[in-house]
Nanobody, 123 residues
Framework: QVQLVESGGGLVQAGASLRLSCAGSGRTVRNYAMGWFRQAPGKEREFVAAISWSGIARDYADSVKGRFTISRDNAKNTVYLQMSSLKVEDTAAYYC????????????????WGQGTQVTVSS
């Protein structure tokens, strides 16, 4: 079993930066692909970013390219999402996800999900 715990959410103004963290425990999360998703009120959950177990392959949604950066520290079993130039439309609950198969993360079907952390961007 894998447990994922997100942290770092909060209320910020548009244009600010924020870093989310996701700490994994249980099985060897360092061997898993990991990703971030978000869900705004009244909308479906959407893909934000993903990273392979090695950290070499990274994928981003078009809406966050150039503003968000995903990274990981396998020694700490932690994945990060550095968010810059935040916009009001980035407001959502952000969820961490993990799966041994990176394709499952990219397809929004990972085996494991965190509980989410709220990010609110005010104008």
């Amino acid at each position: 079993q894998v447990q994922l715990v997100e942290s770092g959410g909060g209320l910020v103004q548009a244009g600010a930066s924020l870093r989310l963290s996701c700490a994994g425990s249980g099985r060897t999360v360092r061997n898993y692909a990991m990703g971030w998703f978000r869900q705004a009120p009244g909308k479906e959950r959407e893909f934000v970013a993903a990273i392979s177990w090695s950290g070499i392959a990274r994928d981003y949604a078009d809406s966050v390219k150039g503003r968000f950066t995903i990274s990981r520290d396998n020694a700490k079993n932690t994945v990060y999402l550095q968010m810059s130039s935040l916009k009001v439309e980035d407001t959502a609950a952000y969820y961490c996800a993990a799966d041994p198969d990176r394709r499952a993360v990219l397809a929004a079907g990972p085996a494991y999900w965190g509980q989410g952390t709220q990010v609110t961007v005010s104008s």
